[in-house]
């Protein structure tokens, strides 16, 4: 490999260090203040639901002469069959039907810097893409093209259906994985619409008649959202979308309105046996992000566990080296929004792990964070948000996710200021009422042999023995 002389070879040059450059001759080179307090605004969004019920919405940020889309198409499924079929079609929704020529196609839109990729949840089919403005068009007719098009070449299915099996194979054999499906069967029981990782016995029976019935089903318009952020004229965009999308109508049902089972409560042991790590996982629902006091509840999350500072982290991972990793968040649940808690553990340090976890929500909900905690974790969570809106593919992401979760765009905008909004006494209220260690579910995978007697020591009648993962 051939790289360029380093610096210092170059003969006759100066340099000076980090240290020299940041002083002058009166002293310190003085920062610049940090700035937490510039928040972005949101442009004018133009906002429609199309004749045929897609929602387009499209939003002027010309940083870059670039158009980034991001789209979410309903799609939930109540079958482990769904699960797979839904797989292989977002994988092949871009490889064209027979005879179309969507290799050369492909190669022709790259050369134009368009690209567009899909991608499946348990709900939803995300398709993100990027274009220059001047390309619009093209990319919207290449967009389409693929949505309008359910055939598909039964050899490449094949070819997917066999890559997918082996990346199911390595991603079922990851702990994180069976620990987050060992939580599902615990709290939840058997649920197929919350399965992201298709099983690999209907991965192998997925065919190509099977993913055009899907696609002619589930791949409508009525329900889906579609955001443009860019190098773009938001009410022409629009115009354009509705154009070409025009003959794209509703050919099927609309996706599963899938609901929960209640809550389980106790903590599952899961036996993976001579393990040398644990997998902790801890859940309990909260309120929803349309509620007043969804702010307060975020912020005494990210002072928990939810990030560097947090107190589970200085405890557990920092001060006691109890976990490798250690973190407090939401999940979207289907219809649910679950508080999180997880670490990743040694053996023999799991059950202090626990009992130091259950000590400190127990401490949150006792002595809720200080004044100085609150702060902290407001700015930081105020400073993630606004990164992600600096550019026009997190814009673009930031506002489908708002949508898609039932706010409206300006929410990207306007939740950092709830933050700021959000009082001491709010953040109290809010860690005595959903950080009580009784009311969290949970699992922890590993080798039971070792662990159970002192996890049974720790939480009693609480702990549920399950099979193994």
């Avoid at 999308?245 to 046996?273: H, K, M, S």
């Avoid at 002072?303 to 001060?319: C, D, H, P, Q, W």
């Amino acid at each position: 490999m051939i790289t360029e002389p380093s610096p210092r070879a170059v003969p006759g040059a100066s340099y000076r260090s980090a240290e020299e450059i940041g002083r002058t001759a009166a002293g310190p080179r003085s920062l610049p203040p940090l700035d937490g307090h510039t928040l972005h605004t949101m442009p004018t969004p133009v906002d429609t639901v199309l004749a045929n019920g897609l929602r387009v919405i499209a939003v002027r940020r010309p940083s870059t002469p670039m158009v980034e889309l991001r789209m979410a198409l309903p799609f939930a499924g109540d079958t482990y069959t769904h699960a797979a079929t839904a797989e292989v079609l977002a994988t092949t929704l871009f490889r064209g039907a027979p005879g179309s020529g969507d290799r050369q196609q492909h190669t022709e839109l790259a050369c134009q810097g368009i690209s567009l990729d899909a991608s499946r949840s348990a709900r939803w089919l995300n398709i993100s893409g990027s274009a220059p403005g001047h390309s619009l068009g093209t990319f919207l007719d290449a967009l389409t093209d693929a949505l309008t098009s359910p055939s598909r070449d039964e050899e490449d299915v094949a070819r997917v259906r066999a890559r997918m099996s082996r990346q199911i194979a390595v991603l079922r054999s990851q702990p994180h994985l069976i620990a987050q499906e060992a939580l599902f069967a615990h709290c939840y029981g058997e649920v197929p619409g919350l399965q992201e990782v298709p099983l690999a016995a209907e991965a192998e029976r997925v065919t190509a008649a099977r993913v055009q019935a899907l696609h002619h089903t589930m791949v409508r318009p009525r329900g889906a959202v579609m955001v443009l952020i860019g190098d773009l004229d938001p009410e022409r965009a629009v115009a354009d979308v509705a154009s070409t999308t025009a003959a794209w109508q509703d050919t099927g049902a609309p996706a599963a309105e899938l609901e929960l089972p209640a809550l389980r409560d106790g903590i599952a042991l899961v036996a993976r046996p001579r393990a040398v790590q644990s997998q902790i996982k801890l859940i309990r629902h909260t309120v929803s992000r349309a509620d007043d006091r969804f702010p307060a509840v975020s912020i005494a999350a990210l002072a928990f566990g939810g990030y560097f500072s947090s107190r589970l982290v200085m405890n557990i991972r920092e001060t006691k080296g109890l976990a490798y990793r250690t973190d407090a968040g939401f999940q979207d649940h289907l219809d649910q929004l679950a508080l999180t808690v997880d670490a990743d553990t040694a053996t023999d340090a799991t059950v202090q792990a626990l009992g130091e976890t259950l000590a400190e929500l127990r401490r949150l909900a006792d002595v809720p964070p200080s004044v100085a905690e609150i702060d902290s974790a407001r700015e930081y969570t105020i400073g993630m948000a606004m990164l992600a809106l600096t550019t026009q593919a997190g814009f673009a992401g930031s506002v489908l996710t708002a949508v898609i979760l039932g706010h409206e765009p300006e929410r990207v905008t306007r939740f950092p200021e709830l933050l700021r909004d959000v009082t001491t006494d709010e953040v109290a209220d809010a860690a005595g009422a959903f950080f009580r260690p009784e009311t969290f579910s949970g699992v922890v995978v590993g080798d039971a042999e070792r662990l159970e007697a002192g996890l049974r020591e720790l939480v009693g009648d609480r702990l549920i023995t399950r099979q193994g993962a």
